[in-house]
């Protein structure tokens, strides 16, 4: 896995209560990886694959939709 912080952060906004919403580009089983230790936190991790098509990711409109949904996601 290249991302060790986004592991961290991810791993410390579960530990704090957080569901995680964890973006990956190419490194599916690594993203894997990261969601079974927010699962095993006892919090809910999706997956969202970059995008490789020019214009705004979709990651900050899913964020307000979940966050609508569930009641606390947190979304940086």
Do not use: K
């Amino acid at each position: 896995m290249r991302s060790r912080i986004g592991r961290a952060c991810a791993l410390g906004l579960a530990a704090a209560g957080h569901d995680v919403a964890i973006n990956w580009l190419d490194d599916r089983a690594a993203a894997e990886a990261v969601a079974e230790a927010v699962r095993a936190a006892g919090r809910q991790a999706v997956l969202v694959q970059g995008m490789s098509a020019p214009g705004p990711p979709p990651a900050p409109r899913w964020c307000r939709r979940r966050s609508r949904t569930s009641g606390g996601s947190t979304c940086w």
